[in-house]
Each structure stands twice: as C-alpha cells, then as structure tokens.
C-alpha cells in the first residue's frame, strides 16, 4: 500500500512564502508524475503545478513565477515552494503521486491535503 503524507500548510500573511512536502510511503517500484492541486470553498479542484518523470514542469497560469514544484527522488517527496502569496491561493492544497507497485500495479494516490490560509 502507498500512502502520502503531506505537510507544510499553515497561515501566511499576503506576500509571505511557504513550501509544501508531500512524502510518499509504501512499496513503490517507481514514481512516474508528481503534482498539486487545490480546492477552495465552493470551488472545484484545479491544477496548481505537475513534474513528470522526465522533470518536465507544468503550472498555472495563476501561479507562474511564483510557485516552483520540484522533487527528492531519494527521499519519494514533492516540493511546492510557494511565494508571493495572495488571498486568492487560499485553499487545501493536495499532492497525487502517479506510481508503478512491485506487483507492476499504477496507481494514482492522493494526500489527505494541507491547508493553506492566506490573510490580507
């Protein structure tokens, strides 16, 4: 079973910065794509920043030049650094993690979501 887990969330002032981790745990033979999205109230989820296996970047227009996604593949984590924060980025922020098993098994897996609160 994989599982990630996710931190990193918290309250920030408007133009203040932080950076998410999300960490995945279990039998996993390989990572392929890695990414965030978020959801804030009343909003549906949408994409924030992907990194696919070959380090290839996609993000936002919302977020370009300030949110920067990366990757330990030492440590199976995902980074979102996120700065120049504003209200507007205020949402509960979720990684996915796009695995092969050691059973040859792909599966997409979610975090449980980190909060981030941005005040003005």
């Known amino acids: 079973q994989v599982q990630l887990v996710e931190s990193g969330g918290g309250l920030v002032q408007a133009g203040g910065s932080l950076r998410l981790s999300c960490a995945a745990r279990?039998?996993?033979?390989?990572?392929?794509?890695m990414g965030w999205y978020r959801q804030a109230p009343g909003k549906q989820r949408e994409l924030v920043a992907t990194?696919?296996?070959?380090?290839?970047?996609n993000y936002a227009d919302s977020v370009k030049g300030r949110f920067t996604i990366s990757r330990d593949n030492a440590r199976n984590t995902v980074y979102l650094q996120m700065n120049s924060l504003k209200p507007e980025d205020a949402a509960v922020h979720y990684c996915?993690?796009?695995?092969?098993?050691?059973?040859?098994?792909?599966?997409?897996?979610w975090g449980q979501g980190t909060l981030v609160t941005v005040s003005s």
């Open positions: 996915y993690v796009d695995v092969s098993t050691s059973t040859g098994t792909f599966l997409r897996v």
């Open positions: 279990g039998i996993i033979s390989s990572i392929h794509a």
């Open positions: 990194l696919s296996s070959g380090s290839r970047t």
